[in-house]
């Protein structure tokens, strides 16, 4: 598709289950975010992903958190024993690393609804 | 450490007023600035963004913002709303790429007809 594309698009669940969330980015960007958006809060860092750099995982809440990225392209993101305050709107983002920041734009996918009861 | 203050987490103007939407920011080092608009249900898209080259940036729709280091701020502004404006604005700083970008609590603005 020509944008960041998130599934599911909602998601409920019960506390202490275990949810993935995926991110299809745009083809070709190299780097990837994940975001967490909680009601009235601006967005949560999460994690980022560079190419074949180690991922900085700084923004990460909980090891309860964890996120891979595989082949450079989908990626992941998985909540562990979920707790009602994991309750968010998880945003995806992709950009084309350029050597010049000015140049670089992030775009970011619809994002992923979860619920946890 | 980076940070922005959106000033107004709701803002309501009629339809073809002027729009301004608040934001001061906090930086160490020179920052990049950004505005981002969220339409219900959708990804954030960036509106504008300044990186250290001319001060009054234009971005998409019609939107502007202008940074003043005396002010440290960077306000959104558009001289006439439309009622497809309504969305959720929000501002963000980073003091370099994407990565570890700040963002604010976000405005929602209402268009009233």
């Known amino acids: 598709g020509a944008g960041v594309s998130q599934s599911p698009s909602n998601k409920v669940t019960e506390k202490g289950k275990d949810v993935e969330l995926r991110c299809d980015p745009i083809?070709?960007?190299?780097?990837l975010y994940w975001y967490r958006q909680s009601l009235g809060q601006g967005l949560e860092f999460l994690i980022y992903?560079?190419?074949?750099?180690?991922?900085?995982k700084s923004g990460l809440p909980s090891d309860r958190f964890s996120a891979e990225r595989t082949g450079g392209s989908v990626s992941t993101l998985t909540i562990q024993r979920t707790q009602q305050e994991d309750s968010a709107v998880y945003l995806c983002a992709s950009s084309l690393v350029a050597a010049d920041p000015v140049q670089e734009t992030q775009y970011f996918g619809p994002g992923t609804r979860l619920l946890v009861l | 450490a980076q940070s922005v203050t959106q000033l107004g987490s709701h803002v309501s103007v009629s339809e073809g007023a002027l729009v301004l939407l608040r934001c001061n920011y906090s930086?160490?080092?020179?920052?990049?600035l950004f505005w981002y608009v969220q339409y219900p249900n959708q990804g954030l898209q960036l509106l504008l963004k300044?990186?250290?080259?001319?001060?009054l940036v234009k971005g998409i729709n019609g939107f502007e913002a202008e940074f003043k280091k005396s002010e440290t701020s960077f306000h959104l502004t558009k001289p006439s709303a439309h009622m497809s404006d309504a969305a959720e604005y929000f501002c963000?700083?980073?003091?370099?790429?994407?990565?570890?970008?700040?963002f604010g609590i976000g405005t929602k603005l209402q268009v009233i007809p």
């Open positions: 992903f560079q190419g074949n750099s180690a991922p900085d």
């Open positions: 963000a700083v980073s003091v370099g790429g994407y990565q570890k970008v700040t």
């Open positions: 083809s070709g960007h190299t780097a």
């Open positions: 930086s160490s080092v020179p920052p990049y």
């Open positions: 300044y990186t250290s080259a001319a001060t």
